[in-house]
């Protein structure tokens, strides 16, 4: 009797165990928490919903759009930044080139100036010179003309004084003709 | 207990309760479940509610042009999301983005905590899901009949397809048109059911050493595999999100264009 009664026991318990383990096998099939998981569901979307829709959502887009503008915009100013960049390279070539067609013009003027100045003083040096040996020539054909009047005066003075010393009278005339004869051969 | 213990087969010490963490429970007391109570189901989703404002309203709050990590989290999200609902539903489809948005946020962080040791996941409980997939489903075709009228019906009616195939076509493009919302719900609690089961299966190995000497083999190979399945599951509970946000584009496309 007591035997039977520990096994009807038994197997009660164990179908009490299987029936226990049947309900809780599958949690999600126990369809007593439906409306709780459901209704809270519905409170979780709504209240993500609102919170996305209504604050969110619509706060992210505004910071999208202005770093988009941000970068937009300092694209342009760095692109026109680059443009001036561009500008001011080419000015600075042009400036450059034009300095240097100045300078090479300013150099050939220059140079033209110092050349006429020392043609001009060269021309003024040249006359000079000529001018100076003119006057050398007319003083040495002087000089010449000096020293050959010199050489008759002192042949006739010493002729005369010969013929004097000779013992004879020295006419004048004769010695004259005499030297002249003589310097004349 | 021990009537408990003997089903689930292990007499020796290992305790084998993969489905106890999905057991919806109330977080005060100990009593009935009522629509209204306050369970684990109410705590997880408001903690994914909080997250959720944690990181797109309070992330954002600063509007800075060059974004703080958790602002740029939240508009990486927003991005990646925003040019998923274009690229799918088309240009019109934007208007709808802030309800797929939901989806997406929602599903992604109930995946997420749900991957905290001892927490609940909600979007494990073919409840949860199919509410969002019927949900969205009875949404998307309102919007369909309200938008196209009688000729959102041609999303059946295959007038590229051969006029005798055309009924056939038409029986099967039904069939599998009311098929979606349970592919789509169904896929999401399974996914997430499975991996976090087979994950505790795991760990029910894991203190076997404690009892056995093969345990020097078993616990070291169980943890081993806990860590990569944890790391395969952190991928599914992005990729789930992923897979449901994407095919809810899919079924808002067909609600607005049902030509194509």
Redesign the interface.
Known sequence: MTTTNTTTEAVA??A???A??GS???????F??????????????L???F???R???P??????A??KG?ITNDLAAAEELKQKAVAAEKAYNDALVQARAEAGKIVAQARADIQADLNVATAKADAEIAAKAAESEKKIAEIRAGAMEAVSAVARDTAAELVSVLGGKADPAAVEAAVTAALKG | MAGEAEAHGEGAGLAFHPLDQFKVTPLFGDGPIEWYTITNVTLWMALAVLAIILVFAVGSKGRAVVPTRIQSVGEMAYGFVYKMVEDVAGHDGAKFFPLIMTLFVFILFANMLGLLPGSFTPTSHIAVTAVLGFGFFIFVTVLGFAKNGVHFLGLFWMSDAPLILRPIIAVIEVISYFVRPVSHSIRLAGNIMAGHAVMKVFAAFAPLVLISTIGVVVTPVSILAITAIYALEVLVAFIQAYVFTILACVYLKDALHPGH
């Open positions: 318990d164990a009490h165990g299987a226990e383990a809780g096998g599958m949690p999600q099939l126990d007593s928490t439906f409306p709780n998981q459901i209704f809270w569901l519905v409170v979780s979307l209240v993500i919903y919170v996305l829709s604050v969110a959502l706060r992210i887009a505004g910071t999208l202005e770093r941000t």
